[in-house]
């Protein structure tokens, strides 16, 4: 197996691959794949599971690989699977890929943004519902709601909200970012599209097997976080904070609203474009937004 996990990663290379859908190289491409297929724990060291690979799983293997090659079809939707703060999601294109670093905030409990365990949380332009889901995991006793406007969007976080149990703390609302909410949250976590569309003509092919709405924003990317940047302290308990990520659009954020203290976070793992207010400066801004 290990093997052929090489001869597969020297392929993946030789393809010219792009890897940002969970893995940075060809090798952790190769793995990613060759583990999904044959259903084996990540954890697991290729060496210690090594064994000889049947020709129905090469047959198997062979196919997917012909896929990711020649299509670019990233290998989380080649195997509807997809990791996020050390969680399995379902996978599909009716969602983006999740892949934010988001996923380190929720894991140290977003500490120390936070200082306390917070009630009700949002998931707002929610995709697959990864980030809602996670957190739910993280504040077991909280309240999370995770809103998208994309029915298909929201059929597949439903499927997930299943996958991992969490009906009694989770639920799916379709929502035009606040259009349909009510009430305040102490935590708001959003990751909405944020690419323009000349930033976009550029991406990589596998990023065209992505829904657009999922990445798409007009004004240079920013319709959509200045929306919520406008509307989100409304939603926002006293203590509440938001968490946003923009990606490449940070810069051309801070140019925009040149007076907001934006708190840019850094990431042990990688990753950057996520900014933090809390309630306080948003409404102190509130007219930078306007």
Avoid at 177 to 196: A, H, K, Q
Avoid at 252 to 266: A, G, I, M
């Amino acid at each position: 197996m290990i093997r052929y996990i090489e001869q597969l990663a020297g392929k993946f290379e030789a393809a010219d691959l792009f890897y940002g859908h969970g893995t940075d190289n060809a090798f952790d491409e190769a793995i990613y794949l060759v583990y999904g297929v044959l259903d084996i724990d990540y954890a697991e060291d290729p060496e210690t599971v090594n064994r000889n690979l049947s020709s129905i799983e090469i047959d198997s293997l062979e196919t997917k690989a012909k896929l990711r090659i020649e299509q670019r079809t990233p290998v989380a939707y080649l195997l509807n699977q997809a990791w996020f703060a050390g969680y399995k999601f379902y996978s599909d294109e009716r969602a983006l890929i999740p892949r934010s670093p988001i996923a380190e905030l929720i894991l140290n409990k977003f500490q120390p943004l936070l200082d306390y365990e917070p009630g009700r949380i949002l998931d707002l332009c929610c995709g697959g519902g990864c980030i809602g889901i996670a957190c739910a995991k993280q504040f077991v006793m909280a309240k999370v709601e995770i809103v998208d406007i994309d029915d298909s969007a929201l059929a597949l976080a439903r499927e997930n909200i299943e996958l991992h149990a969490c009906h009694s703390n989770v639920s799916a609302i379709k929502s035009d970012l606040f259009e349909n909410l009510f009430g305040s949250y102490d935590l708001i976590v959003c990751n909405p599209p944020y690419v323009s569309k000349e930033e976009f003509e550029g991406l990589p092919q596998e990023f065209k097997a992505e829904p657009s709405l999922g990445l798409l924003s007009e004004e240079e990317g920013l319709e959509i976080p200045s929306k919520v940047l406008r509307q989100a302290g409304q939603f926002l308990t006293a203590d509440g904070l938001l968490i946003m990520e923009v990606g490449l659009s940070a810069d051309l954020l801070v140019e925009r609203y040149r007076r907001v203290p934006f708190l840019w976070l850094e990431f042990a793992e990688g990753g950057q474009g996520v900014l933090a207010l809390n309630k306080k400066h948003l409404e102190r801004y509130s007219g930078e937004f306007n």
